[in-house]
Every structure is written in C-alpha cells, then in structure tokens.
C-alpha cells in the first residue's frame, strides 16, 4: 500500500531536520579538525599530569560525532518510517536534549564553571569563550534554532510512530475482517450440489434404461 500524503510530508520534513543537524554536526567537526590541525603546528607536547591538552578539542569533535550519528538515526528512520526505528531515534534524540538541557543549566546556574574544568593548554577555551560573548545574540539564536530543530525532530517522529501503529491496527482489523467473510464467500455446497445432480442424473438414465428395452421387446 502506498503511504498516504500527509505521512509522506512528515517524513520529508523529518529528512529536513535531520539534515539541518547534521549540518551543525560536521560545522562542529570542521571547526574541531582544524584547531587540532593549527594546535599540531604549533608543536606543542601533551600535558600528562592531567587529560590530554586537546580534551576540548576532543569534545567538540565528541560533540559533532554525536550529533551526525543522531542525524543520520532520523534520516534512515524517515525513509524507511519503521516504527523500532523511529522509538531508536525517539530515545536518543531526548537523551541529547536532556544532555543539552543540563549543560544549559550547569552554565547558568554555575557561575564559576570555568575554574572547575581542566587546564587547557591550547588556549582554545578561553578564545572560544570570547567568540561567544563577543557575539552573544547570533549565538543565543543559534543555540535557540538547534534545540527547536531537535524538538520538532522529536514531535515528527513521535507523529510518525503514532501513525505507524494505527495504520498496523487497521491492517490487522481488515485481515480479521476478511478471515469472517471468507467462509460466507466461499460456496463450498456449490460442488455437491453439481456432483449430486450428475450422479442422479446417471442413475435415473441406468433405471430407466432396462424399462425402455422391455418396452421395445
């Protein structure tokens, strides 16, 4: 059966969002290689006392890897629009928003965060801090628009699952239908009828054969 037109826009608009995330997911990974790349040239050795130096380097790209896998989950989830897939990228996706969620909270309500992270060698934290307060607006309305593409990611998907199962229960209700029907359709006297009336037919002919020879005689 093809998929009805609505359900088929969900779907595309899901393809959407998920293609905007993934997006932001290798903007995220570019942005990490290459301050790994500029960091390697600078020759710089790793701080054994602690975590490597690059450890928000390595977040970040953590944090890109992250957001393309969860992408990539909603991608094939909509283009298939199965509904294990859909529960799979349903999870991760409030798993992320709740990460997302806490971190937000961790950074508003913690004043002193930047004391409590490790010691970054490569000076990239604090120049990434600067970015951000330097363009405080752009940023807030960025970080807005991904936690708003998300939560539609979220809301498309549980659409589609809800979907998925009411059209799996009327599938099951029109097999039962069919099932009660078929014997009412199906008119199994029909042979024994015709098998009957061929049989008498053929034993009237036989009686009534020796009475016309006797009649003849």
């Avoid at 859909?86 to 930047?114: N, P, Q, S």
């Avoid at 992270?117 to 000076?123: C, F, I, M, N, Q």
């Avoid at 539609?152 to 039962?176: C, G, K, N, Q, T």
């Avoid at 036989?206 to 009649?215: T, Y």
């Amino acid at each position: 059966m093809r998929p009805s037109f609505g359900r088929s826009c969900l779907a595309f608009l899901l393809k959407f969002f998920s293609f905007l995330q993934t997006f932001v997911g290798v903007s995220i990974l570019i942005y990490s290689v290459w301050v790994l790349n500029r960091w390697n040239r600078q020759g710089l050795d790793l701080d054994l006392e602690g975590l490597p130096a690059p450890w928000f380097i390595c977040a970040m790209m953590g944090a890109g890897v992250l957001l393309c896998l969860i992408a990539f989950t909603g991608h094939v989830a909509a283009e298939v629009v199965n509904g294990c897939c859909l529960c799979f990228f349903a999870v991760l996706a409030i798993v992320l928003i709740l990460l997302e969620a806490a971190l937000v909270g961790a950074l508003v309500f913690d004043k002193h965060w930047e004391e409590d992270l490790p010691y970054d060698s490569t000076g990239e934290l604090k120049r990434f801090c600067a970015f951000i307060k330097e363009n405080m607006d752009i940023c807030k309305w960025v970080a807005v628009t991904v936690i708003v593409i998300q939560a539609f990611s979220l809301l498309l998907a549980m659409i589609l699952r809800a979907m998925v199962a009411a059209r799996r229960v009327d599938y099951d209700s029109d097999e039962d239908f069919v099932v009660i029907r078929r014997p009412l359709l199906d008119p199994q006297g029909g042979p024994s009828y015709a098998t009957t009336s061929v049989g008498s037919k053929g034993i009237h002919s036989d009686f009534l054969s020796p009475q016309m020879r006797q009649k003849g005689s």
